[in-house]
């Protein structure tokens, strides 16, 4: 055999095995922990640590995610903040980098990456959203300067270990974070999905286990609690980002500075005061959920009577149904073509209608900001009262749980 022979045979070994010699099951385990700990790079240090502060990480792990997201995303840390900052601070306004409500849920799903490369060229969005991010030489000179060297390193680290398949790993990782960050985060996260909270956005979770996306799938909850390092709030949602910050932190390599606060009661005080407003006002997001709960009991309620009364399948019965789904929800969140046929269902019930009022009254109690706090707590003294002499048990029943709340501190 010739010695070009014996060139050109390894040369098509090599192009069909890599130096790894791996089987396709390996290719795709190999792939699968590559595109993780890329997500895991994205939600532990770009997301919570670096844009919201939600956690300090040791100087060692942080600049490992620094590197492995050079690499493997080319993303500059500085820009991926700034524009992720911009989005809460516009949230579904004109000025959001990537809303669905902006630019329509097709766009953002399909062109999402595209949309951040466009925002990402703003220097004004820079200057006023990307500070305190990393600034030492070594992002000065390779990671923010040299931005596709480094996927080009993972291209050539890919096609050593694998030959030519290594080509098809590696467009899988450059397709990873566009797909599911900037297309099903930003899409999806703002469309479709549940809501534990009724946030000032449309944002919805996804799913309640997050893992496939590091824990972002939670994205109603994130929005809810910007600032918090662990996502899920509810006891049958999973947010595997939290479990790796949780191990970082019992290693020493992390700090948890803040998570979503929890409501707790106490001894019911005779009359609501400054620390019960100053509670209600910290938890309002869950106490609004529960006060959902009890309108959407309400509703459970009125349409059983209509069921035992042999009037299912009426107007009232139908109107009744979509007030079980949107009463929940605040006024400007509804559909405005529902809105008619939802007030129809509140006018046939005094008792509906009472719960979706003080529902109004009760959130004006943190959304008005020309209001003395003496006065708010005045004002939250006579909703108990008026809700204690309403003789409806679920407002009843909620005045007492106000009259109970503990502030954060305690």
Known sequence: MSEFSIVWDSLVDWLANGMADAAWWQIVLYTLALTHITIASVTIFLHRSQAHRALDLHPAVAHFFRFWLWMTTGMVTKEWVAIHRKHHAKCEREEDPHSPQVFGIRKVLLEGSELYRTEAKNQETLAKYGHNTPDDWIERHLYSRY???????????????????????????????PVTA????????????????????????????GIVIGGEELHNNHHTYPTS????????????????????????????????????????????????????????YELMARYGRALKAACRDELRALKDAGAENTA??????LAKRWLHRDEDRIPSHLREQIAHAC?????????????AELRQLWTRTNVSAEQ???????????????????????????????????
């Open 229 to 284: 390092a662990k996502l899920s709030v509810k006891k049958y949602e999973f947010d595997i980002g939290w479990l790796y910050i949780r191990t970082l932190e019992l290693l020493g390599l992390a700090k948890v500075r803040k998570v979503p606060p929890m409501l707790k009661l106490g001894e019911v005080r005779p009359v609501p005061d400054a620390h019960t407003l100053e509670a209600i006002v910290a938890h309002r």
């Open 147 to 177: 931005t596709w060297q480094g996927v080009g390193l993972m291209l050539i680290i890919n096609l050593a270990l694998f030959g030519a398949v290594g080509l098809t790993v590696w467009a899988v990782q450059m397709l990873w974070i």
């Open 376 to 410: 708010l707590v005045a004002d939250l003294q006579a909703w108990c009262k008026r809700a204690e002499e309403s003789g409806i048990a679920a407002l009843q029943d909620f005045a007492l749980k106000i009259k109970a709340a503990q502030p954060v501190r305690a």
């Open 182 to 209: 900037a297309g099903i985060i930003n899409g999806i996260g703002h469309y479709w999905g549940y809501r534990n909270f009724e946030a000032a956005d449309a944002s919805t979770n996804i799913f309640p286990w």
């Open 316 to 321: 009232k019965w139908r109107q009744l149904r």
């Open 347 to 359: 006018a046939h019930s005094p008792a509906l209608a009472k719960l979706v009022a003080m529902r």
